[in-house]
Every structure is written in structure tokens, then in C-alpha cells.
């Protein structure tokens, strides 16, 4: 995951999600019932502005976090993380982790079977890799060309990805059917520069989350806004 001259694109997008409340608790749930315990050796790679790797020092976990935008590690450094950097010889966390999650993180990256590997290489034997990204390149809008998303993925794909890297995956399935209609109701009807109105994602976390995320138990295997995908290393 290349450092050098990367530039996010969408921080004000990331602060508005900051407030995406029972939309982050279930991303920080997907991962932390795969942390064996609160001193397991765990990564956050995309790390953003810290969000998760915040919610997660709140439950007793503290991540190593990785993140190529300059200005953004700047505030992970400030917030107390210990930020790694593969590109200038940080190669001792190589095989080092027992998890390592990924967010809304691979679809930035041009190259994802590269990084695919590279995540691959990063867990320690057994260790296991969460993956979360965008779902249905009908779905794509403003929004992914405005944090320069590179596509979105479906499942079979991404396993193979992750199977092509030396993983093992163990659960898959598509999350939040609501929002593939949301999302494709913001292809044809939301803002032409791809922001995101913060009333309206309130309202849809508030009140269309809860539900959403109840109904992905059925319809995990056909269709949702997003994949989630668990591996491990042999």
C-alpha cells in the first residue's frame, strides 16, 4: 500500500460517516468477534482518520494502524496510534498480526491482488483477515468517483482474490440490502459531486440500518450495498 504523494480524496466524507452510528458499531462488531482476546496483535489497514481503530481502543483493543495519506497519519499520530509504514522499512510486522481488518479499503487501491498479497503476508499462521467493501458495479455513483474508488466488488470475485493470495475464506455474504436500494436511488437522484447529505444519513442509520442489517441474514447470499469477507492463513 503505497505512502508516497497519496492523497485522500473524501475526508469530508469520512466525517460525515463518523456519525454513522449503528453502521460503525456493526463494522467494529464484524471485527472484533474475530480477536481472539484484548492482547491479540491486530492491524487496521486503511486506517483513515482513526474511527475504528478509536471504537476498538474503547473496547480494550488497541490496533496498529496503516494509512498512505500523510495528513491523515498525522492525525492517527496525534490520537496516540502506532502507525506502521511498510513503504520505508517497517517489515517487522510482516507475519506479525492475529487479525488484520480492512474497511471501505481495497477499492481505492488499483492493484487489489497485490494487496490482497500483501495482506495475506501481514498475518501471523491461523490469523484471519476481515475484508469490507462496497458491493455492485451497478451501485457505482458520484460518491465512489468522489473518494476515487477504482470499482466495486461482488462476492465470488472477491473471494477468488483473497483464494489467489494463499487464503482460506471462511464466511461471505453480501450486508445492508436497504442500502443497494438507497444507493441506486443516489445514482439517478443524489448530488452530482458525490457528498453526503448528513440529515439524510442519520435518518438512514437511525431508523433503516437496524432493520437492513437484520434482513442481510436472509439476503447475504443474493444481494446488499456492501461484501464482507473473512479469511485465514493456513
Given at each position: 500500500m503505497a505512502t508516497d504523494?497519496?492523497?485522500?480524496?473524501?475526508?469530508?466524507?469520512?466525517?460525515?460517516?463518523?456519525?454513522?452510528?449503528n453502521y460503525n458499531r456493526f463494522l467494529l462488531d464484524s471485527v472484533i468477534r474475530h480477536v481472539p482476546s484484548p492482547e491479540a496483535s491486530v492491524l487496521d489497514f486503511g486506517a483513515g482518520a482513526g474511527t475504528y481503530a478509536d471504537m476498538m481502543t474503547t473496547r480494550g483493543i488497541r490496533p496498529d494502524v496503516l494509512e498512505p495519506d500523510g495528513d491523515l497519519r498525522k492525525v492517527l499520530t496525534g490520537k496516540g496510534h502506532r502507525v506502521?509504514?511498510?513503504?520505508?522499512?517497517?517489515?517487522?510486522?510482516?507475519?506479525?498480526?492475529?487479525?488484520?481488518?480492512?474497511?471501505?479499503?481495497?477499492?481505492?487501491?488499483?492493484?487489489?491482488?497485490e494487496a490482497c498479497e500483501q495482506l495475506a503476508s501481514l498475518l501471523k499462521p491461523g490469523g484471519r483477515l476481515v475484508v469490507y467493501v462496497p458491493a455492485f458495479e451497478v451501485?457505482?455513483?458520484?460518491?465512489?468517483?468522489?473518494?476515487?474508488?477504482?470499482?466495486?466488488y461482488r462476492r465470488r470475485p472477491l473471494e477468488r482474490l483473497l483464494r489467489n493470495a494463499g487464503l482460506e475464506v471462511v464466511e461471505s455474504s453480501y450486508c445492508d440490502p436497504a442500502g443497494f436500494f438507497a444507493t441506486l436511488s443516489y445514482r439517478f437522484l443524489g448530488?452530482?459531486?458525490?457528498?453526503?447529505?448528513?440529515?439524510?444519513?442519520?435518518?438512514?442509520?437511525?431508523?433503516?440500518?437496524?432493520?437492513?442489517?437484520?434482513l442481510h441474514r436472509v439476503t447475504g447470499r443474493l444481494f446488499g450495498k456492501n461484501v464482507l469477507v473473512v479469511a485465514t492463513r493456513g
Open positions: 504523494d497519496f492523497v485522500y480524496t473524501g475526508s469530508d466524507n469520512l466525517e460525515v460517516m463518523a456519525d454513522a452510528v506502521v509504514d511498510l513503504d520505508h522499512g517497517d517489515d517487522t510486522v510482516e507475519g506479525g498480526y492475529d487479525v488484520v481488518y480492512t474497511l471501505n479499503v481495497l477499492e481505492h487501491i488499483k492493484n487489489d491482488q451501485l457505482f455513483t458520484s460518491m465512489d468517483e468522489k473518494v476515487a474508488h477504482y470499482r466495486r448530488s452530482s459531486d458525490g457528498s453526503i447529505s448528513p440529515a439524510a444519513l442519520k435518518l438512514y442509520d437511525r431508523v433503516v440500518f437496524p432493520i437492513s442489517r437484520a
